[in-house]
Every structure is written in structure tokens, then in C-alpha cells.
């Protein structure tokens, strides 16, 4: 088996493949390096929005660090779109993504965003939960978006820094725990194990 070779100035590990939770980290001056993070991200019966969320995150740094075993810190995050307390993950395909957004259409909706902290026995971890108000959008709007490819990999068929944007009425809550990590929380947790971002000059 090849042996994975991590930069020295790396502060931690992202279990993640999510461009957006990347680009938003980067942009704060952050060192760190991603891994792939694959289970199971079936909800269970009865399980709340932010307790899914939670177990994911958690699920997922724990599932890195235990593989990796490096002593870096790892983090996880999940970040789950909910109405009426139903779960709206990645649509299938086209026709259950135009029913995520009519159900969306509007209304509010919560999303629920999780982001673990793993390094040797400790598990740090944070929530927000935010609510999201739409407008309304119309079967022909919903057909473009998705036409758009946009929607296919995105918990609730929708991404709010993208074509989204245009139905968002309201934010009550963590804008970029939308988008996919709540910053401010993350920050938190890393400061916790003396973690700071350096700013780009």
C-alpha cells in the first residue's frame, strides 16, 4: 500500500470533497489538505435533521482520522436542507429535484449545518440551524435550474450562492452554514486547539 506523504505546514485535515467548504476555508488563510470521507449517508429512522447532521459530520472526521492516523486533526462537516422536519438530501434525478423546490417554493425551510472536530480522543463539535425563507418559484423557473446542472449535488436541489440566490427573501441564521460550513463555529473549534488562520496578504 502507497504511503500517503502530507506537507509539513498542514494545520489539519478536511473530510471532505466539497469544493465550496475548500474555497471558503482557503480564502481565510487555512493550511490543510482534503480527504475523501466515504459512509453511509442514510438517515435513521426518526432521526431529526440536526441530529443527522451531527452524526455525519462526526461520522465522517472520525472515519478520516482513524484512517489517516497521522495525529492531524480532522474535520468534518454536513450541511441538510429540511422542511417540516423531512429531510431533503441530493436529488436522484430531475423529477424529485422540481419536487424539493416546489416544496420549497414560497415558504421557509431550516438547513441544518454540522462541523466535527476530531484530533486523538477529542471530538469537538458545533451546529447551526438556519431558516431560510423563499419566494415563490414557478415550474418553468425550477425547470431551468435544474436544466442548469446546478441542483443535481445539492442537499435540497438548490445552491444559495448560486441561481438560487434570486428566490432568497429572507436568511434568519448562518449564511455560510448554508453554503456548507458555518465558519464562525469552525474558526471557534479551532481555536480551541490553537488553530488560527493567517490571513492572505
Not at 128 to 138: A, H, R
Amino acid at each position: 500500500m502507497p504511503t500517503t506523504v502530507f506537507a509539513p505546514d498542514l494545520q489539519f485535515h478536511l473530510a471532505s470533497r466539497s469544493p465550496r467548504r475548500v474555497e471558503m476555508l482557503r480564502a481565510l488563510g487555512y493550511r490543510f489538505d482534503t480527504v475523501p470521507a466515504d459512509i453511509d449517508e442514510t438517515p435513521q429512522p426518526g432521526e431529526t435533521p440536526t441530529a443527522f447532521a451531527s452524526r455525519m459530520a462526526c461520522g465522517k472526521a472520525s472515519a478520516a482520522a482513524a484512517r489517516l492516523g497521522d495525529g492531524l486533526p480532522v474535520i468534518g462537516a454536513d450541511t441538510d436542507v429540511a422542511v417540516d422536519g423531512r429531510i431533503l438530501g441530493k436529488p436522484s434525478g430531475r423529477d424529485e429535484a422540481l419536487a424539493m423546490l416546489a416544496a420549497l417554493s414560497g415558504r421557509r425551510h431550516q438547513v441544518c449545518s454540522a462541523v466535527a472536530l476530531v484530533h486523538g480522543d477529542r471530538v469537538l463539535e458545533a451546529r447551526t440551524v438556519t431558516d431560510v425563507e423563499f419566494g415563490p418559484i414557478s415550474a418553468a423557473a425550477a425547470q431551468a435550474y435544474w436544466d442548469t446542472g446546478e441542483p443535481a449535488d445539492k442537499a435540497g436541489a438548490y445552491a444559495i450562492q448560486g441561481g438560487a440566490a434570486a428566490w432568497v427573501r429572507a436568511v434568519y441564521g448562518s449564511y455560510t452554514g448554508i453554503v456548507g460550513l458555518p465558519l464562525l463555529e469552525t474558526c471557534e473549534l479551532l481555536a480551541q486547539l490553537g488553530i488560527v488562520a493567517e490571513p492572505r496578504r
